[in-house]
């Protein structure tokens, strides 16, 4: 059980690149995130999805897509690299019940994102 | 809107004493709440959570935290602290069912470094 798993570990991007950061999850969770963790500035959610084939934006959207094929993958993708997007990015994901909303999250071990 | 406080950017603790890293909060209903630890160069890990219930909270390595309702604040506590509970600690929140989706709003985080 190897939780989530995220690749690469480390990027660095030109601008103007594109690039997609993997993500996932062997825990048959439904519910998958994204963040971004700025400095001093705690996660901030980018998109999410709620099972296969349903995704909804979070806090941070613009700049990114997602797309959600299987229950296992949630692949993050960055079309025009900006110098704005250089950060940490972590991908987590719950099983979240009808009745709940206090499912821990499980996060993997990120993917630091440089862009020049 | 909902909102997540950490007053304290950074806490210093000798080895041996108590120590508490505050977290306050605003949301509408009854609050989930959450701490997590993230070590450097990891993803963040679970450590405990209030969803219902009693006050006092246990959770991983012997941290603790209690819920205080009417000071909207849920402060992280260990009687003995240790070197190695030195990491960033995020405090993490999210409303009653009518609020966002399972999404959890995060604050910025507490430095906890730990002097032998």
């Known amino acids: 059980n190897a939780g989530v798993t995220q690749t690469p570990k480390f990027r660095i991007l030109k601008i103007g690149q594109s690039m997609t950061l993997q993500c996932t999850q062997d825990?048959?969770?439904?519910?998958m995130y994204w963040y971004r963790q700025d400095p001093g500035m705690g996660l901030k959610l980018i998109y999410y999805s709620v099972g296969a084939g349903i995704t909804d934006k979070g806090e941070v959207p613009n700049g990114y897509n997602v797309s959600r094929s299987t229950t296992e993958d949630f692949p993050l993708r960055l079309e025009l690299a900006a110098p704005s997007q250089t950060s940490v990015y972590f991908c987590a994901s719950s099983f979240n019940s009808a009745s709940g909303g206090g499912e821990t999250q499980y996060f993997g071990p990120g993917t630091r994102l440089l862009v020049l | 809107a909902q909102s997540v406080a950490q007053p304290e950017d950074q806490v210093n603790v000798a080895e041996g004493n108590p120590l508490t890293v505050k977290c306050t909060y605003s949301?509408?209903?009854?609050?989930?709440l959450f701490w997590y630890v993230q070590y450097p160069n990891r993803g963040l890990q679970f450590l405990l959570k209030?969803?219902?219930?009693d006050n006092l909270v246990k959770g991983s390595y012997g941290f603790e935290a209690e819920f205080n309702k009417s000071q909207t604040s849920f402060h992280l506590k260990k009687p003995s602290a240790l070197v190695s509970d030195s990491a960033l600690y995020f405090c993490?929140?999210?409303?009653?069912?009518?609020?966002?989706?399972?999404?959890?709003?995060w604050g910025a985080g507490t430095k906890l470094i730990i002097k032998p």
């Open positions: 993490a929140v999210r409303g009653g069912f009518m609020d966002s989706n399972y999404q959890l709003i």
């Open positions: 209030y969803i219902t219930g």
């Open positions: 949301v509408s209903g009854n609050p989930y």
């Open positions: 825990m048959n969770h439904n519910y």
